[in-house]
């Protein structure tokens, strides 16, 4: 086996609605200075940083080349880097490979987001559509993810009260989680009052459009250990990608989701996901979507979601205590940031959020319409029994 | 540094390239080249572990291409990664799949670059890329006529001008042996005084006939891990090692031109790693990203780390021709075909087919044991690449 590859430090810029006073530049640089801070590193292809893996994108931020205008905030200059135009999840598995391969010792990973520069979910994700059949019915992700609702809902029978307890939920867990989340806590009535977004998905249903930077600094085992005294390893990656039309797919069987799960816990060799993880970050960018996605990791029983949330199912797996995409992250940081939320509970960093003993987590990313594409990253520390 | 399993390229696949695919759609010109790479490498679909897809967004406007490509690229159920670096895609795509499969996550891996330029506007997409405050009012896309006017303020402006057109002719005579290519224009050298005066000027001494196309086009590569490229494979070809070089947004930031080029910087690194101390004894054949014929001939210079006039020489003796001493771009190269986000790629593609044996009519006649392809990109990034027909030996590199 190739060799282990550990988080060693996180960073985030605060979570802000329109982070109008910084450019993604400076976005980014608040995240490096702070991970250069945390682990002493430079950009030195001997000992130091030798390769960044960026994240953004081009139609966000209406530039050729996003990351173009960034290469000192990426150590690029007569320098390597390469960007995951993709979920950011996707860069640590990218990450993963690129250490794994032997090619380098220790990367940067660093993405960026101004979700509030184009109009996010309706124009950018409506460009994701093909132009001959869906783009000219308007669809966009977030009238997908309304089909996607109305299915799950039916077939669930999950109840309004019990989407605007998880979005209240989300608010409150994100006060107690130390990553820098502008977010105001919400009532109940509040939610089941917000203006319908695309039925049955009302506003506070749906995460809050988001601009912010995310990074870490990944590196080998040997590197690991001596960069931070308690590095998380990466154990399991897997991601699956399902059929694009929606007609084509199942879209509440979450087909992807399960795949990209047994591939992340074949490689971290784990036989039973739903009682592997201490704690679970899913990728919840609508309320309905946060039960979906535990079914399809096996921790609520499929179409058993309505019990399973009266009885407590979400704290009792410790599904997002980080507050989730529902607290807000910039769409295509999600799954960057759900990683990170789980390296720092098994970091002993989460604050009033930390579980005692956490010792093995799972991320997961999601991109595409009603979840087409999505990521499983398995993170455990040292003593996890393996 | 050890890499921990080597990688082997068993199938290529190049859509025809042309300024108008307009009978296919986006998933269908991919297919093109799908199908075509999983025949070479003798496989279907089913035998793909993941799927590696990249190109620039802005030039059709499509956001994260990836999912709606899914149904040309076969990347249904299949673990996939997207990575785009601008010109330099396609090259970033490949060492992608180098570190996918490299890594052990995968034994065999599909990568794909492809671009629909006539979907768009590729020198203002191209445009679009400079800073709206400090830079955008100067750009040109890749348009630019500072490298013409360098080599003709060094070497005269006669002898400059017959070598770039020295160079474009010797190009598009590569590019007839290749049915693939973009333009085939069948130029004889009897034309060059005509051309260089009539063909419409670009940017100060750049005109037209110097610079690439812009073109529909997609590439499909193969990759497999050691065991399976050698089952799969007579001749694989082999990656040996890879470098990645950018440089920063603003050209003369951290001090004055002339600075050291990225393609010097990178070949002297890659070579100092790889025991390389001849490149034209060394390496066999070329496969250049040259974006003009000015650029072509300069860069010359630089991924060779030659001095002097020797770089105009090499283009005056016809040393780049596919008979002669060092061929350059059996393929016909940049200049004949440009679907940006494969054409990085299909350096590699056409590097590998040498390697392989495979090139067909534009296979160079002298045996190939070690190819290099570079990806060129962003404001001045390089990626250069080596390949090898025997297996890499696996010990500390540098």
Known sequence: MSRRVGICAVAQTPFKRDYWEERFQGMALIVLESLLEQTGLKFDETDGIQASISVSDDIFDARTISDNAMTDVLGAHFGCEEKVAQEGAQALYYATAMIRSGHVDTVLVLGHCKESQGQSRNMVTHMAFDPFYTRPVGMDFQAAAGLQAQAYLQKSGIREDQLARIVVRARNNAKRFPLPLEIDPVDPTEVRNSPMLADPIRSLHAYPVTDGAIGMIVAAEERARAICPNPVWITGVGNCMDSFFLGDRDITANFALKQALQRACRRAEIDRPQDAFDVVELSDLYAYQLPLWCEGIGLCPENRAQDWLDADGLDNHRVNLSGGTLAGSPLILGGLSRAASVALQLMGKAGDAQIDGARRGLAHGVMGPAGQFHTVLVLERDGSGR | ?398
């Open chain 2, 1 to 398: 540094m050890k890499k921990n399993r080597n990688v082997g390229i068993v199938g290529i696949g190049q859509s025809v390239f042309s300024s108008h695919r307009e009978e296919v759609n986006q998933p269908e010109m991919i297919h093109e080249a799908v199908v075509e790479a999983l025949e070479m490498a003798g496989i279907t679909m089913a035998d793909v572990d993941c799927v590696v897809h990249g190109n620039m967004e802005l030039f059709e406007m499509v956001h994260q291409p990836d999912l709606w490509h899914t149904i040309g690229t076969g990347a249904w159920g299949k673990e996939t990664l997207r990575i785009t670096t601008g010109g330099t895609t396609g090259a970033t795509l490949v060492a992608a799949a180098d570190h996918l499969v490299a890594s052990g996550l995968h034994d065999i891996v599909l990568a794909i670059g492809f671009e629909k330029l006539q979907e768009g506007h590729t020198t203002g997409g191209i445009t679009n890329m400079a800073d709206p405050l400090w830079g955008r009012q100067l750009q040109t896309g890749a348009l630019t006529g500072m490298t013409a006017a360098a080599i003709i303020d060094e070497f005269g402006a006669e002898r400059a001008r017959k070598a770039a057109m020295t160079y474009r002719i010797l190009m598009d005579k590569h590019a007839m042996r290749n049915e693939k290519a973009h333009r085939r224009l069948g130029l004889e050298f009897d034309q060059a005084d005509e051309l260089a005066v009539n063909s419409p000027a670009l940017v100060g001494e750049l005109r037209m006939i110097h610079m690439c196309s812009q073109s529909d086009g997609a590439c499909a590569m193969i990759f497999a891990s050691e065991e399976k490229a050698k089952q799969l494979c007579a001749q694989p070809a082999w990656i040996r090692d890879h470098i990645t070089v950018h440089r920063e947004e603003m050209f003369c930031i951290f001090g004055n031109a002339p600075v050291l080029s990225t393609h010097r910087y990178a070949a002297q690194k890659l070579f100092a790693r790889n025991g390389i101390t001849d490149p034209l004894s060394q390496i066999d054949v070329f496969e250049m990203y040259d974006p003009s014929s000015w650029w072509g001939m300069d860069w010359l210079r630089e991924f060779l780390m030659l001095e002097g006039d020797a770089h105009l020489r090499m283009v005056e003796n016809h040393d780049i021709a596919i008979e002669g001493t060092f061929p350059v771009n059996p393929s016909g190269g940049v200049i004949a075909s440009n679907p940006i986000g494969a054409t990085a790629m299909v350096r590699v593609a056409e590097a590998a087919l040498q390697i392989m044996g495979k090139a067909g009519a534009h296979q160079v006649p002298k045996p190939v044991r070690q190819a290099m392809a570079s990806g060129f990109g962003g404001t001045m990034w390089t990626v250069l690449f080596l390949l090898t027909k025997d297996i890499p030996a696996l010990d500390e590199r540098r």
